[in-house]
Each structure stands twice: as C-alpha cells, then as structure tokens.
C-alpha cells in the first residue's frame, strides 16, 4: 500500500461511522457509534477523548470493536456538533461536562457502561465516576491528564491561555499542521498523523477555550479515588505529554487493578498502537482479574 492510501485510509473509514446528534433539552449532542443497539453481550463502551481531538480519532475502536459491544465515541461539548455547555457565573468544570455525559447516556437508555477517558477525558471520566460509580462496570484512564489545579495562579493562566491563543493566531488548519505530530511518537505513520490532524481542523475556539480552562483550573484529584471496582491506567512509553511515569504514579496513587504501559507509543497511544490498545480494552472488558505492571 502506498503512502497516499496509507494517509487516507483512516480517514475514509470515519465515512462508516457518521456522526450522530440528539436534542438534549436545548442542546445537542453528537457522537459516533459501532456494534449493535443491545450491545456486544450487553456490554457498552463509551470513549471520551482529549482536548485536541473529537469522536473521529476513536476510529479503529470504533471499527475493530464493534462484534465486542456496543461502542460508543461522543464529541465533548463544544465539539463536533455539539453545543457548548451553559454555566451560569463560572467556568465549567468537570462535574459540568460529566452532567452532559449522564445526560446523554440517559437519552440513550444506557445505565452501565465501560467509561474510558483520554487525557483531558479521564478528568471528564473522574468526575463522572465519583458522582456515578454504580453505573459504571469499569473505568479507564489512558494518558490522562491531572490538570493544573493546585498550581499557582500564574500557572494556571498560562496554562489556560496558551492553547486559546495558538487557535486564534493559526486557525485549525495551522494549528493541526504545527501541532498534530506532537500527540504521537516519531514511528506514527503517516495515517496516524494525519487521522490526529483532521480532528484538530474541526476545533472550534469556543469548545478549545472552554477544555482549555478546565485543564488549567480543576483537578483529577478532586474526583479520585472512586468506587469502581475495575480501575485501570494506560500510557504510551514514548509519551511527552503526559509522560508514563506520571501515570504510572497516579495509577499507583489510585490503587488501580492494573497499568499497562503501551510500548513506542506516544500521547495518542490508540491512534498509533490501535492493536495493543484494542487488545487491552477486549481484556480489560472480558477479564475479572487482572495483572499488575503488564506491559505491551
């Protein structure tokens, strides 16, 4: 296969997958989704992804998962097609956008599911785990940042700015074509890097400045632990964003059932090694032990 098709390919298949909506009171929501309505089982994934990317970059699970269970990708608020979230006086948090999340899965008719969050998403799936445990079978953390919190206030306004202001000084296009081989290491192909991309042209500024300001000012710590008997933390070992070792630590820290370090991976760790991550889930999903310090 060549490097043109090899580049287009992931992309492409997201044509078998179209986004999604539905009216949540007067707001939307979207998302994308394989498998059958029952569930694989009866199980159901959901994946929640990070501050750069939306529910496209969930592709090869959404394609390799779908005789498993039922999967679902949702577009964070403020992505995709879906609005904004409203908060009357204040920032939203990560309770907010976990509201959102119980929202929608209830206009779905879904009460239990497998919850995993990527980066900025394992804040989101924190929070939603702390205030709804007894609707989750499993919770997972892949890459996931701890947010700035408990920084000092010049820390957090860096923090908060930065991203915003790439946005609005580059536009999506340049910011994907600076930024998109950031999220993965220097073996990603060529597919890989431009499935990252493609997700970063469909930021909008209001949806980045909204994540942006929850990374900068709440923290995955105000929401762990949680009382979800299958906890569980992955990373790729080739990770500068949120470095394995800082995982490995929170992972630790949360007591979790397992952590599986992703070999020659970087941030994106389920976009470049698909087949070791989709491989963990499958296990993660099917196994009632686990094992300590697995590495793939």
């Given at each position: 296969m060549n490097t043109a098709t090899c580049t287009t390919t992931l992309i492409q298949q997201l044509d078998d997958f179209p986004r999604q909506s539905i009216r949540l009171g007067d707001v939307n929501q979207s998302w994308r989704e394989s498998g059958p309505e029952s569930g694989g089982n009866g199980e159901v994934l959901v994946l929640l992804h990070g501050i750069s990317s939306g529910s496209g970059s969930w592709v090869q699970q959404l394609a390799a998962l779908e005789t498993d269970c039922r999967v679902l990708a949702w577009d964070a608020p403020g992505y995709g097609d879906s609005d904004d979230l409203s908060v009357t006086g204040a920032n939203a948090n990560a309770k907010d956008y976990a509201e959102r999340l119980a929202h929608w899965l209830d206009a779905l008719g879904i009460q239990r599911c497998w919850l995993v969050g990527h980066s900025l998403g394992a804040m989101v799936a924190a929070a939603f785990a702390a205030r709804y445990p007894q609707r989750l079978a499993g919770l997972m953390l892949a890459s996931p940042a701890q947010g700035y919190g408990q920084a000092d206030a010049e820390t957090r306004e860096r923090v908060y700015r930065q991203r915003p202001t790439m946005l609005a000084q580059l536009?999506?296009?340049?910011?994907?074509?600076?930024?998109?081989?950031?999220?993965?290491?220097?073996?990603?192909?060529?597919?890989?890097?431009?499935?990252?991309?493609?997700?970063?042209?469909?930021?909008?500024?209001?949806?980045?400045?909204?994540?942006?300001?929850?990374?900068?000012?709440?923290?995955?710590?105000?929401?762990?632990?949680?009382?979800?008997?299958?906890?569980?933390v992955i990373c790729g070992a080739a990770d500068t964003i949120t470095?394995?070792?800082?995982?490995?630590?929170?992972?630790?820290?949360?007591?979790?059932?397992?952590?599986?370090?992703?070999?020659?991976?970087?941030?994106?760790?389920?976009?470049?090694?698909?087949?070791?991550?989709?491989?963990?889930?499958?296990?993660?999903?099917?196994?009632?032990?686990?094992?300590?310090?697995?590495?793939l």
């Open positions: 536009g999506p296009a340049g910011l994907a074509a600076q930024r998109a081989a950031a999220l993965v290491s220097v073996n990603a192909s060529a597919a890989q890097v431009s499935l990252v991309a493609d997700g970063m042209r469909q930021l909008r500024l209001s949806g980045f400045q909204a994540a942006s300001w929850l990374l900068a000012n709440d923290d995955i710590w105000s929401y762990l632990p949680v009382d979800v008997e299958s906890r569980r470095p394995p070792q800082a995982a490995r630590q929170l992972a630790s820290d949360l007591d979790t059932t397992e952590f599986v370090e992703i070999a020659a991976a970087g941030h994106a760790c389920y976009v470049e090694a698909a087949a070791a991550v989709n491989q963990a889930l499958k296990d993660w999903m099917s196994s009632a032990t686990s094992r300590t310090g697995t590495s």
